[in-house]
């Protein structure tokens, strides 16, 4: 079998060689077809042997989350696995495919859909409620028949995951010690799912429509995550290469770890602070690996994720503390609950939205819910006697709503002191500025928070009018853009001319190319993916500080994005 190779977006650095392990979450698109007479018997064995792999499948599932879980909460997946062995539903199945002659997938469709037309009749709630079980069960069967995987869970070893695409939750959940990467065939560089898999060093490689369809279950493949390639079924002769290439990368990254207990300072005596994005204590165990200078954002929302409940305090408390004192003294910058966008709760009742990234997220559900905002920023201030605590608000697009949520946190306090619950008085607060009105703002903002942080992923979204997420349009995002650019200076301006800090915390901080210029702009914090830390203080230790502001200057004057671009990748 000769190799095929496709070309994607690079989304996260680092090689992967392995197995495909095809993963799909939706509902199947169901290809009917009829069968001929002699071929019922082979049809019936090939349903009842994707049935027994469903089965396996179910109890696998049902067995982990006894494992994880309370017992009234993994009862759902004992209903499951009765639901599949359903002898009526059974039955059914077998009777559409010998006597209408339909192929299995058309024959389990049909079936499911009978039981739950019948479900949606009944007046039970407790039945109609059930639903969205009889059709889980029914993807398991059809994507039993397409050889595909309905969980994430149990991953064999050295898996490379193929799928559509993968939400940060189920990003976040993956048993990472078994995983060799991820394809996605839809995706941008700078979703949440591709910051994740930064975050976590997970290869990545994104937006390569159509590959799903050719690659088999089980393929051996190899995943370039420097250069966004993919190479199916290689040859001996590339995997080989491929091996020696994996471990001179491990090696490079090993060598950059001499630089971990020294300063990233420039050559001309400018101290940077480079600090970690983080969503999770996996990722909170790499910053440590690397050393970095504190935690410039703490995503909390993918906390959530993985519990039902957005108002216990006391479970975030905990993790709050836990961070908060293996950081310490080094600054933790904790942003506000960001839910919304590509960012959903499955358990939160958000409203369908046309374009949810310009809707109902940040700051503006916290202020609608201030139930939920609450119980967070106790947790955090009840928290913050253990470290150095900086809280960020996410969306802030005026004063009038910087001014509620301090007006709601300054309750809070008062909450806790009549309370005697002891905390931090001046722990810090600040704001994103991801949205341009705020950026065009910053002089007014700046007279009335501690400190800015620069969210460039939305920012440039916001300011360019480009959805990070749509694979069509790409191309079209950019950080190189001047009118980006110009924000940011304008910003970093604004803050040095009031005495606040000013830190960069979205994938930009990252980039090689842009770190000049933001020492150039005076920023002397980036936050960045734990995985980035070592490269970006190798480059700020070979830079001079008055060379940094010379190229800072230069690029300001430029007119396009590509412009600039040239100019960084060339001077």
Not at 178 to 198: C, D, P, R, Y
Request: hydrophobic share 40%.
């Amino acid at each position: 079998m000769s190799c095929k190779v496709y070309q994607g977006i690079p989304v996260s650095k680092g090689i992967g060689i392995g197995k495909v392990y095809k993963y799909s979450r939706e509902k199947k698109i169901v290809n009917a077809a009829t069968i001929a007479s002699d071929n019922i018997e082979a049809e019936l064995q090939r349903y009842c042997q994707a049935k027994e792999r469903a089965n396996k499948r179910l109890k696998e599932i049902r067995d982990r989350a006894a494992q994880e879980l309370e017992a009234a909460e993994t009862k759902i997946f004992d209903a499951h696995v009765h639901m599949l062995n359903d002898p009526v539903l059974d039955q059914e199945i077998k009777g559409l495919i010998i006597n209408h002659k339909m192929n299995s997938e058309a024959a389990v469709n049909q079936a499911i859909d009978v039981v739950i037309e019948k479900f949606n009749r009944l007046e039970n709630n407790f039945f109609r409620e059930r639903i969205k079980d009889i059709q889980d069960v029914g993807n398991h069967l059809l994507s039993a028949l397409n050889g595909e995987n309905t969980s994430l869970h149990d991953l064999p070893a050295a898996s490379i995951i193929l799928a559509d695409d993968l939400t940060p939750s189920e990003t976040a959940l993956l048993d990472k010690d078994k995983l060799g990467g991820f394809i996605l065939s839809h995706g941008g560089e700078t979703s949440h799912t591709a910051i994740m898999a930064k975050s976590l060093t997970i290869p990545a490689v994104v937006n390569i429509e159509g590959i799903l369809e050719e690659v088999s279950q089980g393929d051996t493949i190899i995943l370039d995550g420097i250069v966004g390639k993919i190479y199916l079924n290689p040859s001996v002769e590339l995997l080989n290469k491929y091996r020696e290439r994996l471990a001179n990368y491990k090696k490079r990254q090993d060598d950059l770890l001499v630089l971990k207990d020294k300063a990233a300072v420039t050559i001309d005596g400018f101290k940077v602070q480079l600090a970690a994005n983080i969503a999770s204590e996996q990722e909170l165990e790499k910053a440590l690996e690397v050393n970095g200078d504190g935690i410039g954002l703490f995503r909390t929302e993918f906390l959530y994720m993985n519990n039902d409940d957005l108002k216990n305090e006391e479970r975030q408390y905990n993790v709050y503390r836990k961070v908060l004192t293996a950081m310490a003294p080094k600054p933790v910058v904790v942003r506000a609950l960001d839910i919304g966008g590509d960012k959903d709760l499955p358990y939160f009742d958000s409203p369908d939205e046309i374009n949810p990234f310009l809707g109902w997220r940040g700051i503006r559900i916290l202020l609608d819910r201030q139930d939920i905002f609450r119980s967070q920023l106790r947790a955090l201030l009840r928290a913050s006697t253990c470290g150095n605590l900086k809280i960020i608000f996410p969306m802030i697009s005026s004063l009038e709503q910087l001014r509620k949520t301090k007006d709601l946190f300054a309750g809070v306090k008062s909450e806790l002191e009549l309370a005697g619950i002891a905390y931090n008085p001046n722990v810090e607060t600040g704001i994103m500025i991801e949205v341009p009105a705020t950026a065009v703002l910053a002089e007014l903002f700046a007279a009335e928070v501690d400190f800015f942080s620069i969210g460039t992923n939305d920012l440039v979204q916001y300011t360019l009018a480009v959805d990070r997420n749509n694979s069509k349009i790409a191309n079209l995002y950019s950080p190189y853009h001047p009118a980006v650019l110009k924000l940011i200076d304008q910003v970093a301006r604004a803050a040095k001319r009031n005495g606040i800090g000013v830190e960069i915390c979205g994938e930009a901080a990252a980039d090689p190319l842009l770190t000049p210029v933001f020492l150039g702009m005076g920023i002397r914090v980036l936050s960045m993916n734990p995985g980035s830390i070592l490269e970006i203080k190798r480059d700020v230790r070979r830079l001079k500080q008055h060379n940094a502001e010379e190229k800072a200057a230069r690029v300001l004057e430029f007119k396009t994005e590509k412009e600039i671009e040239d100019y960084l990748k060339n001077s």
